[in-house]
C-alpha cells in the first residue's frame, strides 16, 4: 500500500472559476492544510477563473504573508490576460509571481 507523503513542499491548487466571498472559506481550509502538510510553496492555477473579488485578493494576500513568514512563495499561473492585468494595477505582481498563459 503506497505511504501518504505528508511532507509535501509544493502543492498546486486549481479554485475553479471563482475565488469570491461565497468560495474563499474553502480555499482558505484547503491551503492551510497544505501549509500543515508542509508545503512551502503554493501555487493557484488560474486557468478557468473568470472572476475574483476584494475577498478573493484578501485571501492571496493573506496566503503570501503566510507562506514568506514560513520562507515559502504563493504563485499564481495561468492567469487570463484580464485578470493579469487586474493584478499588475494593483501591484500584487510585486509581492508574489503572477503569469500568464500567454
Known sequence: MPKENRNVTKKIIKP???????VVQGHKEQMLSSMNQGAKEITMDFSGIETIDSAGLG?????HNSLKSVGGSLKIKNA?????KFMQTMHLDKHFEVASPG
Open 16 to 22: 475553479g472559476k471563482k475565488i469570491v466571498a461565497s
Open 59 to 63: 485571501l492571496l494576500i493573506a496566503a
Open 80 to 84: 487570463s490576460e484580464k485578470i493579469y
